[in-house]
């Protein structure tokens, strides 16, 4: 069951031999495609807050056409993990557009809500697995994310469980089943990653996370004028010659025997890669070529906009942007066959601009990932209160940190402020501007009752003018 949306952005291209839509789905996908454009007009309209009863109403119908799929597909005997078409497809674009609708709402800790993060740790885990640059402390935040969302999940199976002895339910929770495979796919990712990482020995683990550090440098100083580049790459190629002079007979030893230490075929790969990625970024003055520059310069501009995004998220993203730099990255991502760019003629590019391309396809997909993580469990018709919170508790504990003895006129700006959120308040509660208590609360008032306790710290040391 669901197996049939399982596949990741990164096959998409794969899609071009997908099946037919059957008669018996035809229905279904227009459904779909009305729910997705549906979920395209809310999130285009920015003068209002999104409405939780509309984004839950759309994701229930969702849920109904996903348990029909089930059905047809089942009569159909169209379950299997390889049957995939056009459904597929909208389908997947759905579930990761309520996810994003899910994080604006603040229902960060909602099974629905974890999909689109699924989504990217897997893209992010493809080409961490295409390039093989990347060491433990990379996978580190993802493997923690994975077991969070891994919590959650088993949680909610272990409530459906219940549910299912006390009412006998037809179906398990449709989000559940997609989630969980989303989640099985990246746990078996992400061993496969550690595993290549395992059987480096402790002797050669100090090197091989230099020669990742060194191969991503060398990529970055394709972005630098060459004049510049070179100097820099001249003394990166002066360390490489110093890792290369350690083999003994081609090979790298143990310190304490001098036998050959595990992990030849991961080191010893990375360190020629490093010397053909540096000759390459020394021999040629561009390294993306004219044909494709375009690719390149798209790209960059992705990738500009999310950092911006970076710095002024907190005032300024609605999660649901995001879906237009999804939609761009897979575009992109789509472009490459067997995890190459090809240029004009129909050949892969050279290695430096696969590199510089790859490098910068993973940047953006990481700062996506960074995005959605940074996402606060606060409904975005709360942000406003929730950052002028974070803003003032920041601006209390500068002046208790620095400010030296206060008087009364001293924390009477800090007050004010501090008493005109608290009259926010409806009985105990901060409402939107329908009367409904939104997502949050509980975040909004530790961060209230926090800079309460901070003020009574500094009225208690004020000084008298």
């Known amino acids: 069951m669901f197996s049939t949306i399982a596949a990741t952005p990164a096959q998409y291209c794969a899609l071009a031999t997908e099946r037919s839509v059957t008669d018996g789905e035809q229905p279904i996908l227009g459904m779909l495609i009305s729910i997705r454009n549906r979920l395209a007009a809310l999130k285009k309209d920015r003068g209002n807050y999104y409405r939780p009863n509309d984004i839950v109403g759309l994701y229930n119908e969702l849920l109904d056409q996903v348990k029909a799929l ?50 990217t740790i897997m893209q992010n885990f493809e080409l961490f ?5 990347y060491t433990d402390a990379d996978l580190e935040p993802f493997q923690k994310r994975l077991a969070e969302i891994r919590q959650l999940v088993d949680a909610e199976v272990a409530k459906e469980d219940e549910d299912d002895r006390s009412d006998d339910c037809e179906f398990p929770k449709p989000e559940v089943l997609l989630v969980s495979r989303r989640l099985r796919q990246c746990e078996k990712e992400l061993g496969v990653l550690e595993e290549a ?15 990742v550090s060194i191969r991503r440098r060398l990529t970055a100083l ?5 004049d510049v580049a070179t100097v820099e790459a001249k003394e990166l190629q002066r360390r490489l010659i110093e890792i290369d002079d350690l083999r003994v007979n081609d090979r790298f030893v143990n310190a304490d025997d001098g036998t050959v230490a595990e992990g030849q075929t991961q080191v010893v790969g990375l360190l020629e890669e490093c010397f053909d990625c540096l000759h390459d970024l020394m021999a040629e003055g561009s390294a ?21 995004l970076l710095l002024t998220s907190r005032w300024t993203l609605r999660e649901t942007d995001l879906w237009s730099y999804q939609v761009q990255l897979q575009d992109i991502d789509a472009m490459r066959r ?3 760019f090809k240029d004009a003629s129909g050949e892969p590019a050279p290695q430096q601009a696969q590199a510089v391309l790859n490098f910068l396809l993973h940047k953006c997909y990481n700062l996506v990932y960074k995005l959605l993580s940074s996402s606060e469990p606060v409904a975005e018709s709360l942000m406003p209160v929730h950052n002028q919170l974070r803003t003032l508790r920041r601006c209390l504990l500068e002046v208790k940190k620095y400010g030296g003895p206060l008087s009364a006129r001293d924390l ?15 009985d105990g509660k901060f409402l939107d501007d329908e009367g409904h208590i939104p997502e949050g609360q509980g975040v909004v008032m530790s961060l209230l009752n926090e800079c309460y306790d901070l003020m009574y710290e500094l009225m208690a040391t004020e000084v008298d003018e």
Do not use: W
Request: contains cysteine; charged residues 30%; aromatic residues 10%.
């Open 129 to 133: 697995n295409e390039t093989g640059i």
């Open 222 to 226: 394709s972005f630098v004028e060459h």
């Open 338 to 340: 067997n995890g190459q």
């Open 412 to 426: 009477y700006p800090y007050q004010m402020k501090l008493s005109s959120i608290d009259n926010l308040r409806t």
């Open 197 to 211: 990482t395992r059987v480096i020995c402790n002797d050669l683990m100090p090197i091989y996370e230099e020669l």
């Open 288 to 308: 993306v070529s004219k044909d494709l520059m375009p690719l390149y310069d798209r790209l960059m501009e992705i990738r500009i906009q999310l950092e911006k």
């Open 70 to 119: 089930d059905r047809v597909r089942a009569k159909e005997q169209h379950d299997d993990d390889t049957y995939k078409n056009r459904v597929d497809s909208v389908l997947d674009e759905c579930f990761q557009l309520f996810s994003l609708f899910y994080l604006a709402l603040g229902k960060n800790k909602e099974i629905p809500a974890t999909y689109v993060q699924l989504v």
